[in-house]
């Protein structure tokens, strides 16, 4: 049969997929790019990508009110709750009842997204401790391991150090 991609071929491009692998939502349908297509697709894009380095504070809403200082732990997925010590900065990009144990830990919560109902805020109500939501890309600018100042009052978190 014509056109039909031989198995052979299949494994061939595998190497490429793992590395580059990108699906964009467009108007109509997905568009999947693969391998240097992604690299293609990215540099086309008129995005401002601030240096991290560069960034000493991020923006949010306050959920619950409160100022404290710690470590920032940057979380991305329930398998890292455990790296969340007693008195951390818990940063994450929103949470689940997963996390509960790590909340309970934390001096704050951080998260990229969620509203004033959302499960972070209520928990950190119901904890009584600083919350800021919606920051967008606290996961991102905020760097593992740093010292870090929450204002939820004023929905800041400022890097201290580094």
């Known amino acids: 049969m014509e056109g039909r991609v031989q198995p052979e071929q299949l494994m061939e491009c595998l190497p490429d997929r793992q590395k580059h692998y990108l699906i964009a939502l467009g108007q109509k349908h997905p568009h999947v790019y693969e391998g240097a297509q992604v690299d293609t697709f990215l540099n086309n894009l008129d995005i401002e990508n601030p240096a ?16 404290v200082q710690g470590i920032a732990r ?27 144990l790590a909340m309970k830990r934390s001096a704050a919560i951080v998260t990229d997204e969620g509203g004033i109902t959302c499960h972070a805020a209520i928990v950190s109500r119901e904890l009584g401790i600083p919350c800021i939501i919606g920051t967008k890309a606290g996961t991102r600018l905020i760097p593992d391991g740093v010292m870090v100042e929450v204002d939820a009052a004023a929905g800041t978190v400022r890097k201290l150090e580094g």
């Open 52 to 67: 991290v380095a560069d960034v000493t504070e991020v923006k949010g809403v306050p959920a619950y009110p409160g100022k």
């Open 74 to 100: 940057v979380v991305q997925h329930v398998g890292q709750l455990d790296k969340v010590q007693q008195g951390d900065i818990l940063v994450t990009l929103n949470t689940t009842p997963s996390f509960i």
